[in-house]
């Protein structure tokens, strides 16, 4: 889950890989929750209400063209919600958007719920 660069998600990475940028996103990526998917142009719907809020994400070095979440996303005190997806934005003074992707299985969480996306469950890949 999570393969799915933004269309700016994919003209940075190009921009960085070919020379023609030399910074990376603004650090930390953060975690949204959605309960409606987006595209590669469009956010989708992002939790809100409880106890929401973006999560930190740790990556570890990619191998074989891939990595993962290298520690376990936790949300507590959760809306009443079903989360269908999630979205990885930069930190930037004005949030960009550069990943996105739905969940294998919704989740559907009571309010006051945790909802948690152990090590290992978001793969990320340029493939």
């Known amino acids: 889950?999570?393969?799915?660069?933004?269309?700016?998600?994919?003209?940075?990475?190009?921009?960085?890989?070919?020379?023609?940028?030399?910074t990376a996103p603004t650090a930390p990526l953060k975690v949204a929750l959605v309960t409606a998917n987006g595209d590669e142009t469009t956010a989708g719907t992002e939790v809100t209400g409880g106890?929401?809020?973006?999560?930190?994400?740790s990556v570890g070095a990619a191998v074989a063209g891939a990595t993962s979440n290298s520690a376990d996303l936790v949300w507590t005190n959760m809306p009443a919600a079903t989360v269908v997806g999630i979205e990885v934005w930069d930190s930037a003074g004005t949030p960009v958007r550069l990943w996105y992707g739905p969940l294998t299985v919704s989740r559907t969480v009571a309010a006051g719920d945790e909802l948690r996306l152990v090590a290992g469950a978001l793969t990320f890949s340029l493939a």
Not at 51 to 57: D, E, K, N, P, S
């Open 51 to 57: 106890g929401y809020a973006r999560q930190t994400l």
């Open 1 to 22: 889950m999570a393969d799915n660069l933004t269309n700016t998600g994919e003209n940075r990475a190009l921009d960085w890989i070919l020379g023609g940028s030399p």
